[in-house]
């Protein structure tokens, strides 16, 4: 059972990890498409309202973004070689 949970858990943090990080970043990129879209769309509309509010958006997504980063950087950097950093 502990060979199998090994394999398991190696499977896991090598294979499921990594995809889901990649859609939960593309997913946070569509939205700051979108609210920039948005943005400019209120923009041209006069709307100031909504333009401040999809800024705010926007700026979430791209905190978001540099989190994760963050955390990758900190989880993997011990795995890279000096050269990869």
Do not use: H
Request: net charge negative.
């Amino acid at each position: 059972m502990r060979d199998n949970a090994a394999e398991v858990l190696s499977k896991y943090l090598v294979e499921t990890i990594p995809l889901d990080v990649m859609k939960f970043l593309a997913r946070l990129n569509t939205i700051s498409d979108e609210a920039w879209r948005m943005v400019e769309r209120a923009d041209k509309e006069g709307d100031n309202k909504s333009k401040t509010r999809e800024l705010c958006l926007a700026q979430s997504a791209a905190l978001d973004i540099v989190n994760v980063a963050i955390v990758l950087i900190f989880a993997f950097t011990p795995y890279l070689s000096s050269s990869m950093i």
